[in-house]
């Protein structure tokens, strides 16, 4: 059934921009810097939409408790920072969705964990088919998904109901935070699943093998 959508949301790496590339980049080079053999990017690619604790957890088996590792974190943001979008690119058929919604008139905006410092740089050196109305980071609210007040806040700014506001994402976090919002959601299967991940389980509203699979949704 086709929803009624006035605005879409989001989520940044895994769905809307395929950012494992870059990601993948700066771990191997920490892992290098540190003594250690580089991962093959398939290894890599499935923990990306959870950010540099778990690219670090990846790469060198270790916890946010353990010493040396947020020197390690520290240092894989920092190379990521200076190499911010290298390779990183909107997946494929994401521009043709973007382009629909701006000859549409449907705002839309990115909701997403990753802190503005890193969020802002990425997105102005991103090429966009036409601007995003709505940038909400990790760091813009109080709380983080899965809180639903990132998301909130986003359909605030667009002046917006939230069950109106469709979010896309490719993590359980972002189904459970879309959900309490009060909004449909939609999964990126293209995205960033992990084997153990079972989306199938997540209730989303709408299951996405790619990104075209929107446009029957506008």
Known sequence: MKPAIDCLLFDLDGTLADTAPDLAHALNRTLEHFGRQPLPFEKIRPVVSHGGIAL?????????????????????????????????RLFPGMDQVLEALCRKGIPWGIVTNKPAWLTDPLMQALPMP????????????????????????ASTLLATPPERCL?????????EAGKAAGMPTACA?????????????????????RPQDLLALL
């Open 56 to 88: 670090i957890r990846r790469g060198f088996a270790m916890e946010p408790q353990d010493e040396g590792f947020e020197e390690r974190r520290l240092h894989l943001l920092d190379v990521y920072l200076k190499n911010i979008c290298r390779h990183t």
């Open 130 to 153: 036409c601007g995003t109305e709505v940038i909400i980071s990790g760091d813009t609210c109080e709380h983080r998904k899965p809180h639903p007040q990132p998301l909130v806040h």
């Open 167 to 175: 979010y896309v994402g490719d993590a359980e976090r972002d189904i």
């Open 189 to 209: 299967l293209f995205g960033y699943l992990q084997e153990d991940d079972r989306p199938e389980e997540w209730q989303a509203d709408f299951d996405l093998e």
